[in-house]
Nanobody, 123 residues
Framework: QVQLVESGGGLVQAGDSLRVSCAASGRIFSNYVMGWFRQAPGKEREFVAALTWDGWRTYYADSLKGRFAISRDNTKNTVYLQMNSLKPEDTAVYYC????????????????WGQGTQVTVSS
């Protein structure tokens, strides 16, 4: 079992930066993939970014590449999502997720989920 707890969300203004965190506990192996998804009201959950737990590979939604960055600190069992130049359309609940290897872009690929953290960007 893997437990995921997100933190760091909040209310920011357009153009600001924000970093959200995901603290992971339980049995996490080097072949795990850690993902960030987001879900805005009335919309489907969408892929934001992912990385392999060993840190060798990172993946991004094409529309967010260059503004968002995923990273991890294995000493703290924590995955981060750095979000820069935030826009009102980035407003959503941001979810951390984990899975064993393989595909990574679909929510249905993932086994474990956190409770989410709200990010609101005002114009």
């Amino acid at each position: 079992q893997v437990q995921l707890v997100e933190s760091g969300g909040g209310l920011v203004q357009a153009g600001d930066s924000l970093r959200v965190s995901c603290a992971a506990s339980g049995r996490i192996f080097s072949n795990y993939v850690m993902g960030w998804f987001r879900q805005a009201p009335g919309k489907e959950r969408e892929f934001v970014a992912a990385l392999t737990w060993d840190g060798w590979r990172t993946y991004y939604a094409d529309s967010l590449k260059g503004r968002f960055a995923i990273s991890r600190d294995n000493t703290k069992n924590t995955v981060y999502l750095q979000m820069n130049s935030l826009k009102p359309e980035d407003t959503a609940v941001y979810y951390c997720s984990a899975k064993r290897g393989g595909s990574y872009r679909l929510p249905s690929d993932y086994e474990y989920w956190g409770q989410g953290t709200q990010v609101t960007v005002s114009s």
